[in-house]
């Protein structure tokens, strides 16, 4: 199993409130994804990170800022939790292989709920 | 704007095919499949790079047409460890490495 290991795995916080989510990978991989999974929508892309220092936005992006100082920590901060925010996040790593695009490992997960 | 995946859900004997069709609105360059098992982080299946080509993978195989911007998924003889959600994975052709994914099959083998 690819080394993706995420805290918390589960909170329960208030609506305000920050918080911060932590992806840590010890595979040296260059792409770093958060997702989020709530019921009926799938996996929605939040931010991603192509490198240190290198993110971008995705599809549900607003409400959330995300930092990568180094190669193995992705963390994903919400500056003020809403309820609509209570979700299932998931970390992602993937790397570059010769003649396309490899696999995406997935963490755990963390269960967020906003109160 | 995520790719629409057809059955939402489907429900097997074991031993019987199915067919997961995923579609998009934009130009791919890739396309991935994940199962998610309940409670479980999503697991890779495969990759299908632009190119119409075909994988397999045990009795789970996938085609990629790019014209139609489409893949398909085909589970031959499900067995009950089949049972999941099943997602696709798209990437578009600017190559940003930046994927979306679809809203899932539920798929349920019974004995």
């Known amino acids: 199993d690819a080394g993706i290991t995420q805290s918390p795995r589960h909170k329960v916080t208030e609506t305000g409130t920050p918080v911060t989510l932590r992806c840590h990978q010890t595979e040296n991989h260059r792409y770093m994804y958060w997702y989020r999974q709530d019921p009926g929508h799938g996996l929605r892309l939040i931010h991603y990170s192509y490198g240190v220092k290198d993110t971008d936005k995705g599809e549900v992006s607003d409400g959330y800022s995300v930092s990568r100082s180094k190669t193995e920590d992705f963390l994903l901060t919400l500056e003020s939790a809403t309820s609509s925010q209570t979700s299932v996040y998931f970390c992602a790593i993937s790397e570059l292989l010769a003649g396309g695009h490899n696999e995406q490992f997935f963490g755990p997960g963390t269960r967020l709920t906003v109160l | 704007q995520q790719p629409v995946q057809s059955p939402q859900a489907v429900i097997l004997r074991e031993g019987e095919d199915a067919v997961i069709n995923c579609s998009s609105s934009?130009?791919?360059?890739?396309v991935h499949w994940y199962r998610q098992k309940h409670g479980e982080a999503p697991v890779f299946l495969m990759i299908?790079?632009?190119?119409?080509e075909q994988k397999g993978h045990d009795k789970i195989s996938a085609s990629f047409n790019e014209k139609k911007q489409q893949s398909s998924l085909y589970l031959t003889a499900s067995q009950l460890s089949y049972s999941g959600t099943y997602f696709c994975g798209t990437e578009n052709l600017s190559g940003t490495y930046k994927y979306i994914f679809g809203t899932g099959t539920r798929l349920k083998v019974l004995a």
């Open positions: 934009k130009a791919l360059y890739s």
């Open positions: 299908l790079l632009k190119g119409g």
